[in-house]
């Protein structure tokens, strides 16, 4: 039972599903504290409930190198249908098992029995600080956004930030997440005259008059990408209009759809592309937007020159950089922060049952996120 794995197992048995933390937080401190963390909790309480947000800082000198994660999980499903109960971390076939082994307890463990290591050696020249919170798998309305507008509040700034989302593909430390593309939502309502099918001249179908604008938002290429990104998408994930007869046609028309955006757009300029293909369209409409993220992206630098050093150092392997996939509370800390990155495990199982790490990888893990602070601060 080496010491990352032992953390690991006691952050897994706490059963803490989005926005409980279940004592996760507490734990943490609890190792951080005698280290000489300030551990302070933000933890607010919003429409989703009370959510536990920890801010725990060793130093004051530049620079600050932040690790951040979550402690809350996604709900494990059927638990029939484990092979082990997802909240008794279980060790089979070489492997770790339990709700959260990959998303991500393994690594916010690594990181703090990463920072022990450092210190029983080396006094940084600089500063560390946890910044982790139980709302990231939810709406995250309360959690890192909240610690982060906290932060700004206190004119604090982070220099360097390492994200432990699980980014490795094939093998562990294949992949860093060097940005993310921004999420853009919109909930479409064209209007309409309800009526008897058998009476056209008095009805007004949304659905007829709305087909040719969505077909022209689906056709439309809205940026080119760039060398980090590829070019931002438009998606409609749902339509809904009518009574389920077919001798009525409906009053309005509801439709649901998403941008994934690189850093080529900017989210008013979607939004107003969007208006302008409506309007031409003559279409009546409400349309309510969603931003759920702005795109950010960290170059080649000080952060990714050190963890791709150190994962190289450990594994032998030269990651790739890559922005795919979803969103991240990466998207709050880079309003404060100009090198954000996302690392950690592999993401084969996350949010499925049977969400397992290998144990070879628990060990190396922590070895990476070390051997990457003394980079940074020695």
């Known amino acids: 039972m080496t010491p990352t794995l032992e953390l690991a197992k006691a952050l897994i048995a706490r059963r803490s ?47 600050l190198i932040v690790f951040a994660g979550h402690t809350d999980v996604v709900p494990p499903g059927p638990v029939d249908k484990w092979q082990s109960d997802p909240f008794a971390p279980t060790l089979r076939d070489g492997m770790l098992y339990g709700r959260g082994a990959a998303d991500m307890k393994t690594s ?40 982060v507008e906290m932060l700004a509040q206190r004119g604090e700034t982070i220099d360097c930030c390492i994200v432990g989302e699980p980014t490795s593909v094939s093998i562990q430390g294949d992949t860093i997440k060097n940005g993310r593309r921004g999420s853009l939502s919109g909930k479409l309502v064209v209007k309409g005259i309800q009526g008897h099918v058998a009476y056209p001249e008095k009805v007004n179908n949304p659905i007829h008059r709305a087909a040719p604008a969505l077909a022209e938002l689906a056709a439309s290429q809205w940026d080119e990408g760039n060398e980090f990104f590829p070019p931002t998408s438009f998606q409609i994930s749902n339509i809904h209009a009518g009574a389920g007869v077919t001798n009525v046609v409906p009053g309005t028309l509801d439709v649901l759809f998403n941008f994934r955006f690189s850093t080529a757009s900017t989210a008013d300029g979607l939004q107003n592309r969007v208006h302008a293909i409506l309007d031409r369209h003559q279409l009546e409409y409400d349309l309510h937007w969603t931003l759920g993220g702005r795109p950010f992206l960290t170059t080649p630098g000080r952060l990714v020159t050190a963890l791709t050093a150190a994962i190289r150092a450990e594994t032998g392997i030269t990651p790739t950089l890559s922005t795919t996939g979803g969103t991240s509370d990466g998207r709050f800390i880079a309003a404060i922060c100009p090198e954000v990155v996302e690392f950690g495990p592999l993401n084969a199982t996350i949010h499925q049952i049977d969400e397992c790490v290998r144990l070879d990888d628990i060990e190396p893990l922590a070895r990476i996120y070390e051997q990457t602070f003394r980079r940074l601060l020695t």
């Not at 409930?49 to 004051?60: M, S």
């Open 17 to 63: 599903i989005t926005t409980e933390d279940a004592g996760c937080l507490d734990l943490i401190a609890a190792r951080l504290a005698p280290l000489g963390f300030v551990c302070e909790r933000i933890d607010s309480t919003g429409p989703t409930g009370h959510v536990c947000n920890l801010w725990a800082r060793r130093g004051t000198a530049k620079p």
């Open 108 to 147: 916010v463990a690594a990181a703090v029995v990463a920072v022990e290591r450092l210190f029983a050696t080396t006094e940084p020249k600089g500063s560390i600080a946890f910044l982790l919170t139980s709302d990231e798998e939810g709406d995250a309305t309360d959690g890192t956004v909240r610690a």
